[in-house]
């Protein structure tokens, strides 16, 4: 007799959960259902933070680090390490009070005052930065590169009464400098500083001296160069700090426990968000380096013991082209000799990503792409190839729950402004594959409270806002990028619009370098503009230049004067790597004498295509000539510039 202990046959069952397994499999696999979910994970809790910690007044970062340094658990874990140097989230807190009080009592910095930091990364940048934050007042941070002109313009816009320079930079901060800021108190943070805020007592200010009226009040001002002219400086909404430090901290889990490597420039977003705050957070520990270099990064990595590291840009390009380390003991390699299992960062390429992971064992990516003065972002959490060299990811279901807030459209390359359609007014959206410029949707209500763009600059910030993008009175923020997106929601860089290009994970302005070039005595004109070259990320910088009297061929002298003067007028990473020596008649303009730019790109550095004209580049500090032999070595690879 058949045993009736299943309420229905077991034949079609079995026949039907293989048959389910795989509709879920596929579904999954169209869908990107486990990776919806594993977003709104981060997406939900984050939300729900932020909002429950406007309602209680403490938004600032401040109390994070009071929490981990109280609580007994983590009190006595790291909190910083730097150098050879280790503080525990208790000794933080008492080194960010005693800052903040000797802040107040040495320059009478009060709540909400802005305070301009000119610092290489150091323990000094991170206390000093935590010290203003625990009296209420807003850092505002200078890239430590900065000389003359664009210096004084950050340090003016930021309308600080205070500038702290590291001795380490002080010789940017010159006669000149020091003049056009008369009315900026600057002062240098010496060994001498250093111990009066050790002598300093530590004083916690009530709350109320750091309450902000919400998760749109600044938290700090992060310069970036935008399109075109100076660097600008980007409002840093505390709403901004806890959705992309508390999302980014989720999505590549750092908790207590896990150390986060980073010698990316805290003046940066990335250092300062998606680092410093996405630690601060989650009660990781903070590896910090003075800077990158590709014989320090790995040995610092595996002296502090590092799980998760930051990079932008270039920096794992140079990792991998950087010689096997082997340990002099055994001879083993060490590429893999380390415990880090995330890689964290924007503007890794392509050709880079599975190199990179493959030579140094690092199981997941995560790229992300978003801007300073930006109010979105897009994320990619890779372990595998689906989504290698994609900026952001994510399937219907997320979209369906969270909205995407993004669109591509058409654009019209000879303005550099998204295309509109004829009849409609409106702009076009791209269909999947086709590369359009990245907008991000802004709110329809409290635009200008909600939306802060960059500090005391309501123009430069308008220009970011494109109005009546797909309707009447909608806003969406320009990112000024291409991307495309795929059908299987993958996004993907494709290019920068006008003439801004990209060089050391920094944007340069080409108004700004011709404008400095201009000013030496023996150039008449200057055109700026970034060159490809195969085997590295970004443009570099090329100057096209009459000179006056349109000497044929500059002399040594010359070019020895042209190479201190752009040391001394602009950053290291703005200094043109090549200089074409052209004449009038070759030197395009439109109707309205505006320079062109377009052939100049198209011809680079090839000196078969630049009709004659002489070429130059920096070596060692100076400009001499670039030959056939140069260039046929660049193009090969056997030049790292």
Known sequence: MESNILPFPLAPLALALPAAAAAAAYLNAKAHIWYDLKMLSCVAPMALQMWWRERLGKLSLFYDLEHWALDPKTADRPFLLFEDRCWTFKQGLDETLRHGAWLRETYGIKKDEIVAMDFVNSDAFVFIWMGLWSIG?????????????????????????????????????????????????????????????????????????????????????IYTSGTTGLPKAAVVSWGKVHAAGGFSARLINARPGEIFYTCMPLYHSSGAILCFANALLSGSTIALGAKFSTRTFWSEVRRYDATMIQYVGETLRYLLAAPHEVDPATGESMDKKHRVRVALGNGLRPDVWNKFKSRFGVEYIAEFYGATEGSFATWNLSRNDFSMGAVGRNGWFYTAIVGSGTALVKVDFTTDLPYRDPKTGFCVPCKAGEPGEFLFKLPDKDLEKRFQ????????????????????????????????????????????????????????????????????????????????????????????????????????????????????????????????????????????????????????????????????WLQEGNYVPFTKKDWEALKQGKVKL
Request: charged share 30%.
């Open 137 to 221: 007042a807003k850092p505002a941070f200078i890239n430590y590169n900065l000389t003359g002109q664009a210096l004084v313009h950050c340090a003016r816009a930021a309308g600080a009464a205070l500038m702290l320079v590291d001795p380490q930079v002080a010789q940017n901060v010159d006669d000149y400098v020091r003049t056009e800021l008369a009315g900026v108190r600057i002062d240098l943070f010496t060994a001498e500083r250093r111990r009066e805020v050790s002598a300093t007592k530590p004083m916690r200010l009530p709350d109320e001296e750091r309450a902000d009226e919400g998760l749109f009040s600044m938290s700090n001002l």
């Open 453 to 616: 763009g960059y500090y005391g600059d309501r123009e430069a910030t308008n220009k970011k806002i494109l109005r009546g993008v797909f309707k009447r009175g909608d806003a969406w923020f320009r990112t000024g990028d291409v991307m495309r997106w795929d059908d299987e929601g993958r996004i993907y860089f494709h290019d920068r619009i006008g003439d801004t290009f990209r060089w050391k994970s920094e944007n340069v302005s080409t108004a700004e370098v011709s404008q400095e070039l201009g000013l030496h005595p023996a150039v008449h004109e200057a055109n700026v503009y970034g060159v490809q070259l195969a085997h590295h990320d970004g443009r570099a910088g090329c100057a096209a230049i009459i000179m006056n009297g349109e000497a044929a061929s500059p002399s040594e002298d010359l070019l020895r004067s042209l190479s201190q003067h752009v040391a001394r007028r602009l950053p290291r990473y703005a200094a043109p790597i090549f200089l074409r020596i052209t004449r009038t008649g070759k030197m395009q303009t439109t109707g309205t004498n505006k320079q062109q730019k377009h052939d100049l790109r198209t011809e680079g550095i090839d000196p078969d295509k630049v009709g004659g004209d002489e070429l130059f």
